[in-house]
Structure formats: C-alpha cells, structure tokens
C-alpha cells in the first residue's frame, strides 16, 4: 500500500461529540428524477459489497441511476479490493466508471484480507490496478462532486466513513458536499441503540463520529441498520445463476452461496436509488430523528420528528424485499460483458 498522508486527523478533539453539524447553505434543488451514485464501499470481507454494487449496476441498466465513480475505503491487506470493484464493473460493460483509494494506512482505517480478492482477481477481466496503484479516493469525490451539477449528487455508503470523514475535514470539503450533494443513504450503526462493524471496527468510532458530526446539516442522512439487514437474507440466486465475479465472491465468503447473507449493502444501494417507495409500495418507514456515537463507535438514536434525519425500518414484508433485491443480483447485463 503506497503511504500518503491524511489531510486531516479526524480524530482530533475539535470534532466535539456535542459540536452542531456545520450550517452551510445549498442551493435550490435540481430535479432531474435519476440519482447520480457515488459509491464509498468497502469491499472487503463481506459479499453484500459486491451484490449491492451488482444491484447498482443492475439498476443503471434499468434507466433508474447513473454511477459517478466509487470510492474505495478500508485496507485489503492483499491489495486488491479495488480490482474486485474494476472486475464487477468490466462484467456490466462499464469499464471506464472511475475506481479510487482511501489514502489512509493501516492503523488509520480498517485493514483485513479479502476473502475473495486474490481469487476475482486472478479469474476475471479487470483493469489490472492494485490498490496502491489506484487514485486518491478524496480527489476523486472532490472532482465527482465539482463536475456535477449542484444538488445533483447520491452517496450510497456502505463501508466504513474514513473517506467521508477525510472529505469533510475542512470547510471547503463541507461547502463542496452542500453544494453538490442531494441526499446520502449510510448503511452503518444498530438501531435504537447498539453496535455495528462499520461504526465501530478496529476504533474506527472516532472517524465515523466526525464524519457524521462534520455532515452539513442540510442534507439530510438515512441510516440502513444492522438490525434491518439481517431480516433480508439473500445470495442463494446465485446457485441457478451464471458465473460471475459477486457469485464466487458469494461462493468464498461465509459459503454465502448456499447459506445465503444478510443484505446490508444492497438495502443501502436500493434505498439511494428508489427511496421509500417503488412500484406502488412502501418499503421503509422512516425514523426521525438524530445518531449520538460514543467514542466505540456504539450508536445511540435520539428520536425526534422535527430531524431531518433518519433510519429505516422495514414497511413491507421482508420475502418481497428479498425477492427485489435478487432480481437486480442476478440481472442479466445489459451491455456486453468485457
Ligand atoms: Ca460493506
């Protein structure tokens, strides 16, 4: 992993747990009905990664989204969960969406092997980067986000939130997301009150608590729980299905083939792209209100109608959101796999 240093030490005293989101003023909303994706992924130990980026492209063959670019965060200790990203990307026939690095170094963020990325990419067509080779992930959101019209931007993260926190350590960061951004679906915390992996794992609270606490507070966050995830359960399509980076990464991750997994990632992704209501139905019911992180990374929510902010729970019967989300995971590319 090359060594680049950090703009911002995020985990800094000034990011005070009671310290008041920054107000900075957006500008009039731009209606253009197609989310425009950034997505801040992880990629790394866990498949629903690699569906819930499937789903997004599954979803953009539809007409329902645009993808930007993704943003890579945590370590894989191989080095190539970028290249996992690339391989998923070429399978969909969208070979040139732009794939970046957190600049952080072990210690700073999460760092673990990949189960799945020395086999993807060994076995499949990718750009050929390792990690250490791939651009600076807050460059890349800052190009993303100066390219793109205001108000037009969706972030679906779903990993750990070091490149957001990095992104909005300083004001122009902040001004930049307020500009640009449209909304964010975050999936990450355990709701009322508990502990989850992207919040918390190796002492990544203080990082998520800034990244949240240097959100501006006119864009308003939906949170996806652990909770939530876990009563989706989805991976078994992949058994009838045709070979393909997300099903090995479901064959070498937790035999999530056969025993299937819980659909964090792809709830976030299908959240930022359809909102709480597609085809006719509510699927989510928003929960008002605002995220207290403890310096664990432990997540506490102060409910509170008048928030703008929220989490989901579940408004539909969880076997109809299963079938949803496997359909767009097992979609047939629209365009020629590369
Ligand atoms: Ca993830």
Request: charged share 20%; glycine share 8%.
């Amino acid at each position: 992993m090359k060594s680049k240093s950090i703009r911002c030490r995020t985990s800094d005293s000034r990011y005070d747990f009671g310290r008041q989101r920054p107000l900075v003023s957006g500008t009039n909303l731009r209606m253009d009905p197609t989310p425009n994706i950034l997505l801040d992924t992880d990629m790394l130990t866990d498949c629903d990664d690699a569906a819930a980026l499937a789903s997004l492209h599954a979803l953009a063959d539809r007409g329902e989204a645009r993808i930007l670019g993704v943003a890579v965060n945590g370590i894989d200790t191989h080095g190539l969960h970028g290249a996992v990203v690339s391989a998923i990307n070429y399978y969909y026939g969208r070979p040139n969406i732009p794939v970046a690095m957190t600049p952080r170094s072990p210690g700073q963020t999460p760092s673990k092997p990949s189960s799945y990325s020395p086999a993807i990419f060994a076995e499949y067509p990718h750009d050929g980067l390792r990690d250490a080779e791939r651009p600076d992930a807050i460059d890349l959101y800052r190009r993303l986000l100066e390219e793109s019209e205001d108000r037009s931007v969706t972030i679906a993260s779903i990993g750990f939130l070091s490149n957001l926190a990095d992104l909005l350590c300083d004001e122009a960061g902040q001004e930049l997301v307020a500009r640009k951004v449209r909304a964010i679906t975050i999936m990450g915390g355990n709701y009322p009150e508990g502990n989850e992996y992207n919040f918390e794992c190796e002492g990544s609270g203080p990082t998520t608590r800034a990244a949240l606490a240097s959100w501006p507070s006119t864009i308003p966050i939906t949170y996806i729980g652990f909770e939530l995830g876990t009563k989706i359960n989805t991976g078994r399509c992949y058994l009838a299905a045709p070979d393909s980076p997300m099903r090995r990464s479901y064959e070498l991750a937790y035999d999530s083939i056969n025993r299937s997994r819980p659909s964090w990632d792809q709830i976030a992704v299908l959240h930022a792209v359809r909102g709480l209501v597609h085809g006719g139905r509510q699927w989510f019911r928003p929960v008002h209100g605002r995220n207290q992180i403890a310096d664990s990374g432990r997540n506490t929510w102060i409910p509170n109608s008048e928030e703008p902010d929220a989490y989901l729970e579940l408004a539909a019967p969880a076997e109809d959101l299963s079938t949803v989300i496997e359909e767009l995971m097992v979609a047939p590319p629209l365009m020629q796999p590369i």
